[in-house]
């Protein structure tokens, strides 16, 4: 870390101890910031940016993304959730949300699992696909929608989430 930051601060024009500082309050809120005019850096405003910028390179040939997902709380304190492009054996991370960790799964609330399954009526040709939103921390079915596998019936499973689950953020591929 130590080489990276002299190497940067000459680039940057600035001393090495200044931008230690800056990188420690890089993700601090602007009224936590030392200073005069600190400002606070949205990076959800990147996450489509970095995902395009990942997609733009991916291989024609494989046609399927593979996400991980990850939650590393930190010293107790913080809990990272991270979404990463898998990319031969690496994750690129393409969003993240850092939420205080006071108690154990306290982040679980920041994310819904979407899922769909496939079912019939008598026969194959009566099918059905039912789509579901559930809530990690309680396993409860916040949201479900009925009918084909389509674009529509997607936007129609989105519609019925309700609207304080909406508000965090969302990845689709």
């Excluded at 930051?5 to 024009?13: E, G, I, K, S």
């Excluded at 600035?14 to 990188?23: F, M, P, Y």
């Excluded at 936590?32 to 395009?52: H, I, M, N, P, W």
């Excluded at 921390?137 to 084909?148: I, L």
């Amino acid at each position: 870390m130590t080489f990276l930051c002299a190497t940067l601060a000459l680039q940057v024009d600035c001393s090495e101890a200044s931008l230690v500082q800056r990188l420690r309050e890089w993700c601090y809120g602007a009224h936590d910031k030392q200073g005069q005019k600190r400002r606070e850096l949205d990076v959800s405003t990147c996450f489509a940016l970095v995902l395009q910028w990942i997609l733009a390179w991916w291989p024609a040939d494989q046609p399927r993304l593979a996400l991980a997902l990850d939650a590393t709380t930190l010293a107790k304190r913080f809990t990272v959730l991270c979404i990463s492009v898998v990319y031969r054996g690496c994750g690129i991370a393409v969003a993240w949300k850092v939420v205080a960790a006071p108690q154990k799964w306290s982040w679980q609330p920041y994310w819904l699992e979407l899922d769909e399954l496939w079912s019939f009526v008598l026969k194959k040709a009566n099918d059905s696909w039912i789509w579901m939103a559930l809530c990690r921390k309680t396993r409860q079915v916040v949201a479900y929608a009925v009918g084909d596998r389509s674009k529509r019936m997607c936007q129609r499973l989105w519609e019925a989430i309700p609207q304080r689950y909406r508000q965090g953020y969302c990845f689709t591929c």
